[in-house]
C-alpha cells in the first residue's frame, strides 16, 4: 500500500514517464547497478573513443569521477538517441564497430543513473586507484594496433580566419619514403576540429607538389591540381581520384583494414590533405598531425573506392528548388567484375535528409549496403563490414539521395529557403556514396579502375560542358577571367563592384577576387578569381602550367626544364632511336641560329629505364651541345603528351603549348625517307614567333619510335 501511494504522488508531479522510470527502479530496488562490471564496459566500448583528451568529444569519460559528474547528461542523450552517434538502420549487412546500445543496455545506465550514479563497492582497505576506462593516448587506434608506424606534422601552422566564406586548401605531409609500402590505417589529429568541415588524402607521387609552395606564403596550396599532371586533362584527373586514401571528418572513427588489404603508397611519394575549412567566428590556427600505420607485407588485395554518383555528384545537376521536400538524385554503376565490399560512407551538406547504397546481384537478390534516414552532416562517417561481402560481377549499385529544402529542415541554412545548387561551400549542396571493394581476382583491379575512371570522366565532361560551354565560345581564347571581366564590367571602367557580380556569387568572388579590400576586383586581382574554373578543368587555369616542371640534369640534381623568361624548344629524344639520332645534326643548327634570338633548347629522355650514364654516353657520342635532362618518372612527357622521338614542343614563357609535332617532313612514314625535307615545321614555327606572329601551324603528326608512358594509376 505504501509503494502505491509514492508511485501516485510520483506520476502526479512527474507523468507517465516518470512512472515508467520508477518502475523500472522498483524491479531493480534490490539489484544494484555495479560500475566496474556493468557501466564501465558500456562507456568504453560506446562512448570513450571520443570523449577523452585529444578527441571530439566535448568532455573525457575516462574513469568513475568523469562519468559520474555527466551521469544526467549521458542519460539525457541516450533517451533523446542523440548518442552515441550511429546512423545506419539498415539490417541487411553487419558492421564492424557499431557503437549504438540495445535497449537492455539503455535500461542498465538509466537503472545506474536512477540509483545515484555510484561507484562500485569496495571491501574495507581496498585501497585499489579509481578505474580509468582508457588512457590519455594520442591516437585511437593505439588501443588495437600500437604505436604508429610513421607520424608526420604539417610543416606550418595554417591561418584560419574568424569568418568569411568556406576555404579549401591543400596541404602536404611530407613522407616521400625510399620504398613502397602499404598502409592499413591513418588517423588524422587536427589542431582546429571545429574548424575543419571535413578532408580528403590522396598519394602524390614523386612528391611533386612541393614545387607548388610558397616558402614566404601561407602554408599549402590552393586548388586540386596536385589529382593531375598538367596536359592529361580529364584523363589525368580521374586517375588522381583513384589515388584516393580515404577521409576525415569530425565524430569519426578511423578503423584498420582487415588482413590481406590494404592501400599502395609508392616510393617517393607525399600524402595530401585537401582540407574544407568552414569559419567558426574565431580565428584558428591548423597544424594536423597524421599517424599511419603500415602492412608487414605488400597484400593480397588493393581497395578500389567506387563514388556513386562520381565526384560528389557534380555532373548529377543538383539544382534545389526553395520549397522542395523530397528533391532526388539517382545514379548507378554496374561492377565489371567480381568483388569484395569492404567498407562504405557517404557525404551531404546540410539539406540532405536521406541517402541509401542499394546493391542488385545478378540473380535479383538486393542488399542494402548502407542506409540513412536522418543525415547529420556532423555525423558523417565511414562504415566497415564486420566481414567483406562478396558482390558478383553484373551486380548493379544503385544510390539514391534526398533533400529536404523547406524550412521544415532544421538544418536548412537559409531562412526562408532558398534555391540550392552543387557547389562546394557548406551553404552549397552536393552529393555520393562511396563503397570501397577489392577485386576477387587482382589482375581484375585496373578493369575495376578502368570503368571507375571511364564514369568519372563523363561526370567531369558533363559538369564542365554546362557550366563553361559559354564562356568558352565568349572568350575567343582568352584566359576565362578575362572574360568574366568583359562579361561583368557594366560600365566599363576596369574594375568589378559588388553590384555588378551576380548576388548568388557575390561574396565568394569579392573575397576571392578583392586582395587589397578596396571593394573592387581589378585586372590584376582577376587572376585570382580563375580558381573558381581551374580545379576540375585544369587547361583553362591562367596559372602557368609549366611552373615548377622538373628533370634531372646530367650532375644527377634537379633543375627546371624552363628558363624564366623565355621562350623553350623541348625536344624529346632517346638514345637506341634511330630517326631521332638522324635529326640531332638539324636540331643543333636550329639550335645555333633561333638560340641567338632567345630561344632556349633543352632535350629530353623520357624512356622508361633509362639512366644517367647511358644519357651521357648518348651525349657524348653525338657532341649535344644543347642542355640534356632525364626524366626518369616521364612527368615532363606526361606534361607536354609526348608520344615519339624526336618530337618537338614549343612552349611560350607563360606556359603555352604554342606548337608539338614533326621537325620537319623528312620522313613521312617508317622507312619512307626524302631526300630533303620540303616544310620544315619547327622552324616555320620559331620564325612566327621570334616575328611576334602567331604561329601558323600548331601541330603536326610526328614519326619517330613510340614513348611508351608508364601508366602510374
Known amino acids: 500500500m505504501r509503494y502505491r501511494f509514492i508511485i501516485c504522488l510520483f506520476v502526479l508531479a512527474t507523468g507517465p514517464t516518470g512512472l515508467c522510470s520508477l518502475q523500472a527502479l522498483l524491479a531493480n530496488e534490490h539489484i544494484e547497478v555495479d560500475f566496474d562490471t556493468q557501466i564501465q564496459p558500456l562507456i568504453t566500448k560506446h562512448c570513450a573513443g571520443c570523449h577523452r583528451p585529444g578527441q571530439v568529444g566535448p568532455f573525457p569519460l575516462r574513469n568513475y569521477d568523469e562519468v559520474a559528474d555527466q551521469a544526467l547528461t549521458i542519460q539525457a542523450v541516450i533517451d533523446d538517441g542523440y548518442m552515441p552517434p550511429w546512423k545506419p538502420v539498415n539490417t541487411d549487412v553487419e558492421f564492424a564497430g557499431v557503437r549504438s546500445l540495445s535497449e537492455s543496455e539503455k535500461k542498465v545506465i538509466r537503472t545506474w543513473v536512477d540509483q545515484g550514479a555510484k561507484p562500485s563497492k569496495r571491501s574495507p582497505g581496498d585501497v585499489s586507484q579509481p578505474t580509468v576506462l582508457t588512457g590519455e593516448t594520442k591516437w585511437s587506434l593505439e588501443e588495437t594496433l600500437g604505436p604508429p608506424d610513421l607520424v608526420v606534422k604539417m610543416p606550418r601552422p595554417f591561418a584560419v580566419p574568424a569568418d568569411g566564406p568556406d576555404l579549401y586548401r591543400s596541404f602536404i605531409f611530407p613522407v616521400a619514403l625510399p620504398n613502397d609500402r602499404w598502409i592499413k590505417a591513418m588517423e588524422l589529429r587536427p589542431s582546429s576540429r571545429g574548424a575543419i568541415h571535413h578532408a580528403l588524402f590522396f598519394v602524390d607521387p614523386n612528391a611533386r607538389s612541393r614545387q607548388r609552395l610558397d616558402p614566404n606564403g601561407q602554408p599549402g596550396f590552393s586548388g586540386m591540381s596536385f589529382l593531375s599532371v598538367a596536359g592529361e586533362g580529364i584523363r589525368g584527373i580521374t586517375k588522381g581520384f583513384s589515388r584516393g586514401l580515404g577521409g576525415y571528418v569530425p565524430g569519426s572513427t578511423p578503423n584498420a583494414l582487415p588482413e590481406d588489404y590494404a592501400r599502395h603508397l609508392p616510393a617517393g611519394s607525399d600524402i595530401i590533405m585537401q582540407t574544407h575549412f568552414h569559419p567558426i ?126 524550412s521544415a529542415n532544421p538544418n536548412n541554412p537559409f531562412s526562408p529557403p532558398q534555391r540550392v545548387r552543387w557547389g562546394r561551400q557548406s551553404n552549397d549542396e552536393m552529393g555520393s556514396m562511396v563503397l570501397n571493394v577489392a577485386a576477387y581476382n587482382p589482375q581484375d583491379g585496373e578493369v575495376l579502375k578502368t570503368a571507375i575512371q571511364n564514369k568519372t570522366r563523363q561526370a567531369i565532361r558533363s559538369r564542365v560542358e554546362s557550366q563553361t560551354w559559354l564562356l568558352r565560345r565568349l572568350s575567343g581564347g582568352r584566359p576565362l577571367g578575362e572574360t568574366l571581366m568583359m562579361l561583368l564590367d557594366r560600365n566599363r571602367d576596369g574594375q568589378l563592384q559588388a553590384s555588378e557580380i551576380p548576388q548568388e556569387r557575390q561574396s565568394q568572388l569579392m573575397s576571392i577576387g578583392d586582395q587589397n579590400s578596396d571593394g573592387t576586383i581589378d585586372h590584376n586581382e582577376m587572376r585570382s578569381l580563375q580558381q573558381l574554373w581551374s580545379d576540375f578543368d585544369a587547361p583553362t587555369s591562367s596559372a602557368n ?83 640534356v635532362m632525364l626524366d626518369e618518372q616521364q612527368s615532363v612527357a606526361k606534361l607536354l603528351s609526348a608520344t615519339v622521338t624526336p618530337q618537338a614542343v614549343v612552349v611560350s614563357e607563360s606556359g603555352e603549348v604554342l606548337y608539338r609535332g614533326r621537325i620537319d617532313n623528312r620522313y613521312e612514314g617508317y622507312g619512307k625517307k626524302r631526300p630533303a625535307p620540303t616544310s620544315t615545321e619547327l622552324r616555320d614555327a620559331l620564325d612566327d614567333i621570334v616575328s611576334g606572329k602567331e604561329v601558323s601551324t600548331k601541330e603536326t603528326p610526328a614519326i619517330g619510335c613510340i614513348l611508351r608512358i608508364r601508366d602510374d594509376s
Open 281 to 406: 567566428g574565431r580565428p584558428l590556427e591548423e597544424q594536423s598531425e597524421l599517424a599511419v600505420y603500415f602492412s608487414d607485407q605488400p597484400p593480397a588485395n588493393q581497395i578500389v573506392p567506387v563514388q556513386i554518383p562520381s565526384l560528389f555528384g557534380i555532373g548529377a545537376g543538383i539544382d534545389i528548388p526553395a520549397g522542395e521536400a523530397d528533391y532526388t538524385i539517382e545514379d548507378s554503376f554496374e561492377l565489371p567484375v567480381d568483388v569484395r565490399a569492404i567498407e562504405v560512407g557517404g557525404h551531404a551538406h546540410y539539406l540532405c535528409k536521406k541517402m541509401c547504397l542499394t546493391a542488385t546481384l545478378p540473380d535479383g537478390q538486393t542488399k542494402e549496403l548502407l542506409r540513412i534516414d536522418d543525415w547529420d552532416l556532423d555525423w558523417q562517417d565511414q562504415y566497415m563490414f564486420a566481414k567483406p561481402i562478396a558482390l558478383p560481377k553484373a551486380t548493379k549499385l544503385h544510390v539514391q539521395l534526398v533533400y529536404d529544402n523547406t
Open 545 to 627: 602550367p609549366m611552373q615548377g616542371a622538373q628533370a634531372t640534369t646530367l650532375d644527377g640534381s634537379a633543375a627546371s626544364v624552363f628558363q624564366p623568361g623565355k621562350t623553350t624548344v623541348v625536344v624529346f629524344i632517346k638514345q637506341d632511336c634511330p630517326i631521332a639520332n638522324a635529326y640531332l645534326p638539324e636540331l643543333e643548327s636550329i639550335r645555333r641560329e633561333y638560340g641567338e634570338k632567345g630561344i632556349d633548347f633543352v632535350a629530353i629522355h623520357s624512356t622508361s629505364g633509362t639512366t644517367l650514364p647511358t644519357v651521357q654516353e648518348h651525349v657524348d657520342s653525338f657532341a649535344i651541345k644543347m642542355r
